[in-house]
């Protein structure tokens, strides 16, 4: 049995399912020993090429990342490691579910409590999002981006009006600036393919407003992703009401760094952004 990847061939039973750290059952080994050593030698480690898409012979597609001394692997729909919790898509969708049939029992939504142990469940799943979409973001694949980056700001929602221990909740919240960031950069990107800049700068200023308004989270990280996702999307903003010209010199000089530093994924996405632009 066989799967193609981006033209190559593999054999299925050398495509792996690794265990990420955060400890999820369920890995594929290969054959009766745990010895991964074949795989890696069929994907030798190459700074340029470390990201690549693989159709799996169900017609799945998964995001593998060769890394020095590995590969990681993503669904690229449902969880990003491919688990169903409690027979459903997400963890999200089994609280939001809980919350709707408790709004049905009680005609309304109070005293509904998230626990500290739930809310771990919520936070896992968030990490894993974040891994995927930090990937989307990388090779430009913005749809995916913006999904995941929606799913995460999803679990802001619920972890802020329903979980009952403050610490618990600062541990997500603090990171909404940046979540926002992402999700309106996606989105940004979307309209401005289509070519509608007119848009696409209504969803950046829409951004840079609801960030200024989040209530204030007194932690380093908050401070910093606050600041630094409002100093984005206004460079952005700026950059895209300006010429086509200026944007692509722009963005040739990004390029231009993020191959020095070996940045190739980076370098890849500013590439089409670059080609997109000069199409328009």
Not at 105 to 111: I, V
Not at 157 to 165: F, M, P, S, W
């Amino acid at each position: 049995m066989k799967c193609s990847c981006r033209g190559i061939l593999l054999k299925q039973e050398q495509i792996i399912l690794l265990k990420g750290w955060w400890g999820i059952p369920g890995s594929r080994y290969l054959g009766d020993t745990m010895d991964i050593s074949g795989i890696l030698k069929d994907w030798e480690y190459d700074p340029d090429n470390t990201i690549r898409i693989v159709t799996l012979e169900d017609e799945r597609e998964v995001i593998q990342i060769r890394q020095p001394l590995g590969i990681e692997q993503y669904e690229l729909n449902g969880r990003p490691d491919g688990q169903r919790p409690f027979q459903k898509e997400s963890v999200l969708d089994e609280f939001l579910d809980r919350l709707d049939y408790y709004k049905i029992l009680r005609s309304s939504d109070e005293n509904f409590v998230i626990t500290h142990d739930e809310f771990k469940q919520l936070q896992e799943e968030a990490i894993l999002f974040y891994f995927r979409y930090i990937l989307m973001y990388q090779i430009g694949d913005y749809e995916k981006l913006e999904r995941d980056t929606a799913h995460n700001l999803k679990i802001c929602e619920i972890v802020e009006r329903y979980v009952e221990n403050e610490k618990d909740k600062v541990e997500i919240l603090q990171y909404r600036p940046y979540m926002l960031k992402m999700n309106a950069i996606a989105k940004a990107m979307i309209q401005i393919q289509k070519k509608f800049k007119g848009v696409a700068r209504d969803i950046l200023r829409s951004a840079i407003d609801l960030i200024k308004n989040i209530p204030e989270i007194d932690t380093p990280a908050f401070k910093m992703e606050k600041t630094r996702s409002i100093e984005t999307l206004s460079m952005t903003l700026k950059e895209l009401s300006g010429s086509d010209q200026s944007i692509v010199d722009k963005l040739q000089k990004e390029l231009e760094e993020a191959v020095e530093v070996e940045a190739y994924e980076r370098a890849a996405v500013l590439r089409d952004q670059i080609q997109t632009l000069r199409n328009q």
